[in-house]
């Protein structure tokens, strides 16, 4: 097996070496950029396959998304502390990033070290003001705060709120959705449902996004 050896003047060397199987068919070539590139910069391919450049580092390395699926209206929410939100589904998660461990209390765990970023929306109907947030369960610990929204005692329509956290961890760590309103209201609260035909609905939607 040939390969290409560059000799340091100190005596030892770097070696380019051909992969350890043969390419599948015919020989493999790749076109090295014409550029020496800038800092933080990456070696990718380019729109022509085997041609290399110089372009900027991939932001996020994986992502999952968490959802609370029904049939029916989205549950009770009753006035006087912060509620939990459920979560029932996995709904992607190719990297297997994170994990539903309890789906009435809707508590996700992290896997792993790392940043990530996390987006939720949940909905609320006939409680007044509301508002949500994101609480690090391990730590016992408030993370974020969602904006104030209003789901009008007097109208027949799902009021969201939607919240934005970047966390850091040295490990796992769990974390879950909780909800705050004005006033109660029973079967529907967290989500008033309707489907033409018994369609899944969504109340809730996690998004994780964990950083390259």
């Known amino acids: 097996m040939s390969k290409i050896k560059?000799?340091?003047?100190?005596?030892?060397?770097?070696?380019?070496?051909?992969?350890?199987?043969?390419?599948s068919s015919a020989d493999v070539e790749l076109k090295l950029p014409a550029t020496v590139g800038s800092a933080n910069q990456v070696l990718k391919n380019s729109s022509t396959a085997?041609?290399?450049?110089?372009?900027?580092?991939?932001?996020?390395?994986?992502?999952?998304?968490?959802?609370d699926?029904?049939?029916?209206?989205?549950?009770?929410?009753?006035?006087?502390?912060?509620?939990?939100?459920?979560l029932s589904t996995e709904y992607a998660d190719p990297d297997g990033i994170v994990s539903i461990t309890n789906t009435?209390?809707?508590t996700f765990e992290l896997a792993s070290a790392g940043t990530y970023l996390i987006k939720w929306q949940?909905?609320?109907?006939?409680?007044?003001?509301?508002?949500?947030?994101l609480r690090c369960t391990s730590d016992s610990a408030d993370v974020a705060f969602s904006n104030s929204a209003t789901a009008w005692t007097d109208e027949t329509e799902n009021s969201w709120t939607f919240g934005l956290a970047r966390v850091t961890i040295t490990g796992?760590?769990?974390?879950?959705?909780?909800?705050?309103?004005?006033s109660t209201q029973n079967g529907n609260g967290m989500g008033t449902y309707y489907a033409p035909s018994s369609e899944t609905a969504e109340f809730l939607r996690v998004e994780i996004y964990k950083e390259a």
């Open 6 to 23: 560059l000799t340091h003047s100190g005596g030892n060397c770097v070696s380019l070496n051909p992969p350890t199987s043969a390419p």
């Open 50 to 67: 085997g041609t290399l450049e110089f372009g900027a580092k991939q932001l996020f390395s994986s992502y999952a998304i968490l959802k």
């Open 69 to 86: 699926l029904k049939t029916t209206g989205g549950g009770d929410l009753a006035t006087g502390d912060w509620r939990d939100r459920p």
């Open 104 to 106: 009435s209390t809707g």
């Open 122 to 133: 949940c909905p609320a109907y006939d409680v007044g003001q509301h508002i949500s947030k």
């Open 172 to 182: 796992s760590k769990s974390y879950r959705i909780m909800h705050y309103a004005e």
